[in-house]
């Protein structure tokens, strides 16, 4: 398998980009590291977060043995529920994430009723809790999403454009290959190389610029659960039309993107759920 990975018109050229480290004749995949880089980096930005608002950071660390355990359940059922064809005749592969299939999505779901859960069991604010965790989440998201650029994977449609991506056929999975791709398909010293959009770097990067946006807004909030409200419908808002691109849809029986649709519902209740909160307090005010 060729490595290259390539952004031609930005002049980045990596010759040899490997997609795991092996420690003591054991492979672990950076993958697995940057999805682990992305949880610490999250949880520790909801206990600063907390300690910023006198909370007590360490009920965060206590939920984030349960959450991040969870998460990755959740997101990896998600993943397989509508990848079922990839898993049905090799279900113990359903247990192994090594090489990517986990769906943000079915993470975020697993993670607000381990938050709900947790704070009954406490007598904590679910809502002042999302608050905080979700400063955590979209940052673990942001850096999260680089694990795909090493499995050279959640890309989509062929472009030409200032940040098309080139990657070698050889290293991608043949069925994220379009015919689109095929058509414009070039080679290079015998190595057939397709050019796509870097879908994992524009989510990378709406993440960042969502975590910004909360990190200023954050000290005008007006009542709890406010913030995790703003993350999903300025998340779900740019997964919407970045899930549009991607050739590794997971999709209903019908052909739609199921991503898509959730985002698309996860926008329109949180603005709703806002705009109710923001009428009531200017009411009662």
């Known amino acids: 398998m060729h490595r290259m990975i390539d952004f031609p018109h930005i002049g980045i050229h990596l010759k040899s980009v490997g997609d795991h480290i092996t420690i003591f004749g054991f492979d672990i995949a950076y993958y697995g590291i940057v999805i682990g880089i992305g949880i610490l980096a999250g949880i520790f930005i909801a206990a600063m977060e907390a300690k910023r608002t006198g909370q007590n950071p360490e009920d965060y660390y206590d939920l984030a043995i349960y959450a991040v355990i969870f998460s990755i359940i959740g997101a990896r059922i998600y993943y397989v529920i509508f990848s079922w064809d990839m898993y049905k005749r090799d279900i113990l592969s359903v247990f192994n994430i090594r090489q990517g299939g986990l769906a943000i999505y079915g993470g975020v779901i697993a993670a607000v009723i381990t938050v709900t859960v947790f704070a009954r069991r406490r007598n904590l604010s679910a809502p002042l809790l999302m608050d905080t965790a979700g400063l955590g989440l979209v940052a673990g998201q942001m850096i999260g999403r680089w694990g795909n650029f090493f499995n050279r994977e959640a890309f989509g449609e062929y472009t030409d454009w200032l940040l098309a991506m080139r990657l070698p056929v050889d290293a991608v999975r043949g069925s994220d290959i379009t015919d689109l791709m095929r058509k414009h398909m070039e080679t290079v010293d015998d190595v057939s190389f397709i050019q796509v959009h870097p879908t994992f770097l524009y989510e990378s990067l709406w993440c960042l610029l969502i975590l910004i946006l909360l ?71």
């Open 215 to 285: 990190l200023i807004y954050r000290k005008h909030k007006q009542f709890d659960g406010e913030i995790f409200l703003l993350y999903l419908a300025g998340y779900g808002f740019g997964r919407f039309w970045i899930e549009r691109l991607r050739t590794d849809q997971l999709l209903l029986p019908n052909g739609f993107p199921v991503s898509q649709l959730l985002a698309g519902i996860l926008v329109v209740g949180s603005v709703l759920f806002l705009l109710y909160n923001w009428r009531r307090l200017r009411y009662f005010d």
